[in-house]
């Protein structure tokens, strides 16, 4: 196909956009929200794989940008696997314990896209950032 | 549509897959299939980094983590650590030299901290060889909106409002350029890409073409609009297979979505690109010469005026920018010649790119704003000289630029404040040398090349330069004579005021101004046939020094010509008239007891 306007070249580097996206969102510096996803051999055994694939699949669904999803190691709360940890720039980081992909769907919606916190998953809110 | 999770970005450039990424590609990729993480994880071959001397690179998104000196072997830990577990694998982070610390993120090293990156912005960061990867990032829209939404005099203010000049060395403002073409009589006109890239130790240019061909493309079809040629060719080295095979990809591609070809975004524009390959001889990087190169002449140059502007390939209205002036075109178009002439100084513009070689810590391709001093970017962002040993010289401007000493080190960089002391901002080779360089031998260095490379159609460059690389050469080999300095004067002179182009015209630079700085060496070579760093073979006299001696026999033991006696646990010396000179000796001795020169 060849592309004959500006419009035409738009449409198509939103298309491309969607695959490089998380290239883009580190460079960009203070307003970045992160989800930190507890990868440890305890974490991977609870399902954690599971979770961060559903996260990825409802970002890109609902094409949320300003954010990246970073696989880390044992967050030493290997009894409430999987774990993930919500950093929203200039807020308390949220510690979410035993997240399946549905509860990882509902933490973006409600959370991330709503600004309400899930109380009744929440492991922890009073910690330093990691 | 597969959503990857994670990017593993692998430099592809040159010097990475010299240090074996190709390898490294594969083995990573049979390992995500292994895994079964081949449908979340994508391994990405992307442009040069700039970080060469610590190649191969790799950099992980979205977490931002920068690997260094990645073997093939170590895939299986990036594997099972970090994109299985999250962890980062601590031993192949970046060492930082001057804090001695491990770096954790990209933007956290002191190399990419001070850099500015225009030209270089897509390289380490997309596929050169996917189209779709160079349009996420903006590509194309530049050419979109020039196209339809300015006239050629639009563009052509524009480009001289943003103050770029060139990039190749000249510093010739390129919006007249494209001016003077536009406004020359004559049809078809062409513009031509220089990717003859030939100081030895610079590859700014390859760099470009490899990680980001798509920048120079778009720029020269936003220049053929400009100027109105339909014809664009790039003249490339045939010595750069690699930047070859991606500008193949790339025309390819660039085509299939008519972003090349006929009637352009629909505007009724058409242009085409076709590749010239060169023989790599230095001097078609001179316009005139490489116009006659292309057209399937002597690579020889010929007197201006004419310039190309007027009458240059096939005698028509011809535009020749640099491969880094072309990667400036996109961003300037999209950001405007504000934002651009807002970098710089007063009189340079923007960025340059500059390739760091020599005795520096972090090897390399930075870019930086003009206006930089020269101790920033060998300390801060070049780390350092390299083992602890002191600074002596830089040389900028490759063969034809000069050295600049401790005391200029301060001096902000741009096209004139480079000229004002002796050298040339060139198109972006710099080379530091520390205490241990001959500033006589690094002379007689840049001679060879220029007496070879001249292309021997005037004779103050083909038999002058060559008088002086004799000159310079019976120095270094202590049969100088008191006039020898008067006549390599005499000659520079000659030569840079009657040489036909600019590569006679500046080949005597690095001579004058090593004479100029380092008289002292140049005249201890000469009265007393001493060489102060042991550089020239010929006058080196290796000696052992009996109080630092201790009597190991490693010395006599690697000896060619066994020079060297003693006795075990005594001191040993070495017997001048049967010495080679071989340096043996001095690189095995283990308690710093041989002494040069």
Partial sequence: ????????????????????????????????????????????????????????EEINHREIKNIRVVPVGCLGYCHSEPVIQVNIPGEEPILYGKVDSNKAKEIIHHHILGGNILKDSVLINTFQRA | MNTYRTHIMVCGGTGCISSGSDQLIDELN??????QY????????TGCFGFCGQGPIVKIHPDEVFYVQVQPGDAKEIIEEHIMKGRRVERLLYHEPMEKRKVKEHKDMAFYKKQYRIALRNCGLINPEDIQEYIAFGGYEALGRALTEMEPADVISLVK??????????????????????????????????????????FMDRSILEGDPHSVLEAMAIGGYAIGANKGYIYIRAEYPLAIHRLQIAIQQAKELGLLGKN???????????????????????????????????????????????SGYRGKPTCVNNVETFANIPPIILKGADWFASIGTEKSKGTKVFALAGKVNNVGLVEVPMGI?????????????????????VQTGGPSGGVITEENLDTPIDYESLKAIGSMMGSGGMIVMDEDDCMVNIAKFYLEFTQDESCGKCTPCRVGTKRMYEILEKITE???????????????????????????????????????????????????????????????????????????????RVCPV????????????????????CGACYDACKFDAVIKP
């Fill in chain 1, 1 to 56: 196909m060849t592309i004959k306007s500006l419009e035409e070249l738009i449409k198509i580097r939103e298309g491309a956009q969607k695959k490089v996206n998380l290239r883009q969102s580190g460079d960009d510096g203070e307003d970045i929200i992160e989800i930190l996803v507890g990868m440890a051999t305890c974490g991977i055994a609870a399902g954690a794989r599971e979770t961060l694939h559903a996260i990825i």
């Fill in chain 2, 161 to 202: 409002r943003s103050g770029l000049r060139g990039r190749g060395g000249g510093g010739f403002s390129t919006g007249l350029k494209w001016e003077l073409t536009r406004q020359a009589a004559g049809s078809p006109k062409y513009i031509i890409c220089n990717a003859d890239e030939g100081d030895p130790g610079a």
């Fill in chain 2, 38 to 45: 081949d449908g979340e994880v994508q391994v990405v071959k």
């Fill in chain 2, 562 to 581: 066994n020079c060297i006696s003693g006795a075990v646990k005594k001191p040993h010396s070495i017997e001048e008239s049967k010495c080679i000179k």
């Fill in chain 2, 264 to 310: 352009i975004f629909g505007i009724g524009f058409d242009f085409d690109i076709e590749l010239k390959y060169g023989a790599g001889a230095f001097v078609c990087g001179e316009e005139t010469a490489l116009i006659h190169s292309i057209e399937g002449k002597r690579g020889e140059p010929t007197k201006k005026p004419p310039f190309p502007a007027e």
């Fill in chain 2, 373 to 393: 001093t020269l101790r920033e970017i060998i300390y801060d962002i070049g780390g350092g000289i390299k083992d602890n040993k002191k600074f002596k010289a």
């Fill in chain 2, 30 to 35: 049979r390992l995500l299939i292994e895994t």
């Fill in chain 2, 478 to 556: 202590g049969k100088g004579e008191a006039e020898d300095m008067e006549h390599l004067e005499q000659l520079s002179y000659m030569i840079k005021d009657s040489a036909l182009c600019g590569l006679g015209q500046t080949a005597p630079n690095p001579v004058l101004s090593t004479m100029k700085y380092f008289r002292h060496e140049y005249i201890s070579h000469i009265r007393d046939h001493y060489c102060e760093t042991g550089s020239c073979k010929a006058l080196v006299k290796y000696r052992i020094n009996p109080e630092k001696c201790v009597g190991c026999t490693a010395c006599a």
